[in-house]
């Protein structure tokens, strides 16, 4: 872990100066187009200094960014409408609605599969090529036919989230409660042990490994899921919503400010989630 | 009401023929009829209930007006395909594939830069990189160059991993024999470390044939000219023509399915010798 962080500080460091170059390439048009307007020239420190400040630069530099995010996350109001805190609430909580439900489904479709054999036959060939599907193609209509209903709000969000995130656990899940080998199976077969007992004893926790690495991935899909949902909802509120108001209006410094939070986002998540694992693996004594 | 009796019946009998066809002996033929007789089933029950409840065709219209609209309507279709799939989709795909491919390569021969790059690489993986899509559709216009953009920054990441992690796939004895035939650094990748690595190559660019198609649909909901697939859901969604858009989904859904098969089966052959592969 200490080996690799001179190198992760010195990669994340490169990238940071090529951002910052990058800003300087890329809003130099707009910083020269303003100096011919107003008759003055263009000096090495001066256009450096402007294109890093720039109201509606093509890339905002870093710090631009950042002082963007202090200003939206910590100097307002959290209820306010236009504090990031807010609208990445309204993301996180569809989120982990649809992560929950996705969870659920693909456990349950997992422990079908793996006791049926009509399921396992039938089933999971369309699992995957449920997949292959881009959905999220589909995910407007899905929020306006459901709004049609009269279901709106969280809900039509989370079930794209739910959609994305199924197919991570029962692939893992499968995969996690097919592992036990066929030694062990025949160990419980010795003890007389039920089709429910070596559920619950054996292959329950032998796909624990499996489930935890499923649930990072199905976290990270509902969080895209869910900013995907907001597009289309005219743009109320959510990242989404902000990525979209931010692109209507030329707000680059809004777009990546709302980038950045769900970045930032998806690690806290996923970092949380391998925080539970390695606390359970340990307990349950199959950490490495 | 005969509708519903109907989508009962479909769904009584695809599970019998199903339940027969699972206590068979596994073949072949057996565990391809058995998904295909399953998705018929769920269209007829589709079909059924859409008609016996009389479900308004706004909100979700039955298979067969779908497949009508599907046949009525080729000539849309094709010019939405062309500007999504083969325009944007294709070119980012190969693109960004073949960029990561090479860096990947070239990343190779430090180990500093790999132990830096893996784990930026891994975070970056896993983020919401689709929200870029309204950046680049800024910096480089409506046209399908924007959507290509999408399209690279989307599949590099995974790509870059899997082919880091595959070019470390070999073990000692392996290189060491390498070494004991003098083998240059070139020989030993052509000849021992690329096919190693194509296992871990080929889940990349299976990963990325979906985020493909993905990329360039969504990018197209922030600004497009007048044909694309994402630019027709999005505007037929606003006209109510649901059976449109579901013939869009259908295209999208075989498209990404065919690109995915390519891929398995390009797959096969490169790797024919993966325990995966052989059964």
């Given amino acids: 872990m200490r080996s690799n962080f001179l190198p992760v500080l010195t990669v994340v460091g490169v990238l940071f100066a090529l951002w910052y170059a990058a800003a300087v390439w890329l809003n130099a048009d707009w910083t020269y187009d303003k100096a011919t307007r107003s008759g003055e020239t263009v000096t090495a420190t001066s256009l450096v200094a402007d294109t890093w400040a720039q109201k509606k630069p093509k890339l905002p530099a870093p710090h631009q960014v950042a002082s963007e995010i202090w200003d939206t996350t910590l100097m307002k109001k959290v209820t306010s409408k236009r504090s990031l805190v807010y609208h990445s609430w309204i993301t996180l909580s569809a989120t982990l609605l649809g992560f929950g439900m996705g969870t659920l489904l693909g456990v349950l479709l997992a422990v079908g599969i793996v006791f049926n054999r009509v399921m396992d036959m039938s089933v999971m060939p369309w699992v995957i090529a449920s997949q292959t599907i881009p959905i999220l193609a589909i995910a407007p209509m899905i929020i306006v036919v459901l709004n049609a209903v009269g279901v709106s709000g969280l809900l039509p969000k989370a079930m794209i989230s739910m959609y994305l995130s199924f197919f991570p656990v029962v692939v893992g899940m499968v995969k996690g409660l097919r592992s036990p080998d066929q030694m062990q199976l025949d160990q419980m077969r010795t003890w007389h042990a039920s089709t429910a007992q070596s559920f619950w004893k054996l292959r329950l926790p032998a796909s624990m490994p499996y489930f935890f690495t499923s649930l990072k991935i199905a976290m990270a899909a509902s969080l895209v899921g869910a900013i995907i949902g907001e597009l289309p909802t005219g743009a109320v509120a959510g990242l989404g919503a902000r990525l979209l108001a931010g692109s209507y209006y030329g707000q680059t410094i809004q777009i990546w400010s709302a980038l950045i939070m769900a970045a930032a986002l998806a690690a806290l998540l996923v970092g949380i989630i391998g925080l539970i694992q390695r606390v359970t693996l340990k307990r349950m004594g199959m950490a490495r | ?279």
């Fill in chain 2, 1 to 279: 009401m005969i509708w519903l009796v109907f989508a009962a019946v479909a769904w009584a009998f695809g599970m019998w023929v199903n339940i027969r066809l699972a206590r068979l002996r596994p073949a072949r033929w057996v565990s391809l009829a058995a998904p295909l007789v399953f998705g018929a089933t769920l269209i007829a029950v589709w079909e059924g209930i859409v008609r016996g409840l009389e479900i308004s065709q706004v909100l979700l219209p039955a298979p067969s007006l779908i497949a009508l609209r599907l046949v009525s309507s080729v000539d849309i279709l094709w010019v939405d395909f062309v500007q999504t799939v083969l325009k944007g989709a294709l070119s980012g795909y190969v693109l960004g594939c073949g960029a990561a491919f090479l860096i990947a390569i070239a990343i190779d021969r430090f180990p500093f830069l790999q132990r830096g790059l893996l784990p930026v690489g891994n975070f970056v993986a896993a983020l919401p990189v689709i929200g870029m899509a309204p950046i680049l559709v800024m910096w480089f216009g409506f046209d399908w160059q924007s959507k290509a953009a999408v399209v690279v920054v989307m599949v590099f990441f995974p790509m870059l991993v899997n082919t880091v992690q595959g070019l470390q796939a070999t073990d000692t004895m392996q290189r060491d024999l390498m070494r004991t035939y003098a083998a240059s650094y070139w020989a030993t990748l052509f000849k021992l470390r690329l096919p190693a690595a194509m296992p871990f190559v080929f889940n990349g660019l299976k990963i990325g044939t979906t985020l493909a198609l993905i990329g360039a649909i969504v990018a197209e909901f922030f600004g497009s000219p007048v044909r694309g697939m994402g630019f027709r859901i999005s505007t037929s969604v606003g006209q109510l023509a649901l059976d449109l858009v579901w013939a869009e989904i259908v295209v999208a859904a075989i498209a990404g399915s065919a690109f995915y098969g390519a891929m398995s089966l390009f797959e096969r052959r490169v790797t024919f010798w993966h325990p995966s592969q052989r059964n």
